[in-house]
């Protein structure tokens, strides 16, 4: 599942042996007549970076999914406001629903892990977040800055 502001990955070891590497897309908003398919690169190639928790603590990016099937979100950053309205919707999933399913909810982002606490105090998020603050992770998958909006009269496309 991929949203055009956020970037969000499901793995698995047991799909990887089955599928291959768990692979990534980045989707942005283009023109209705543009087809050209989005990049898709393969997870693997942040194997080497790391996240920051909430109290400054490195931890290699690959130990988030290596056991696990995991949801990773991506944020453009903690103060997009549609970002955050997304992770609002996300504090909203009850977490006896990913223990059951076995799935860990991980969200990323790129600022200072100092910034961690009061985002997930605003948004309500109570699931495991983390930061890329030299946003190693975000430049290994080719995840882009900004994001290009297109409009076709009162439709957003």
Same mark, same amino acid.
């Given at each position: 599942i991929v949203t055009s502001l956020l970037k969000i990955t499901i793995m698995s070891a047991s799909l990887e042996k089955t599928l291959g590497a768990p692979q990534t897309v980045q989707i942005k908003r283009t023109p209705q007549n543009q087809h050209d398919p *989005? *990049?898709?690169t393969n997870i693997k190639a942040a194997k080497d970076c790391f996240v920051v928790n909430c109290y400054g603590r490195k931890i290699p990016f690959p130990a988030l999914y290596e056991k696990t099937k995991t949801i990773l979100v991506f944020l453009r950053h903690f103060l997009c406001y549609t970002c955050r309205d997304y992770v609002e919707d996300l504090a909203k999933i009850p977490e006896k629903y990913l223990k059951d399913a076995d799935v860990r909810l991980i969200v990323i982002g790129q600022s200072s &892990?100092? &910034?961690i606490q009061g985002f997930c105090t605003q948004t309500g998020y109570t699931h495991e977040m983390y930061v890329d603050p030299t946003r190693s992770i975000y430049k290994s998958l080719q995840m882009k800055?900004?994001?290009?909006?297109h409009q076709?009269?009162?439709v957003l496309v």
């Open positions: *989005p *990049p898709i &892990h100092d &910034h800055q900004g994001e290009i909006f076709a009269g009162s």
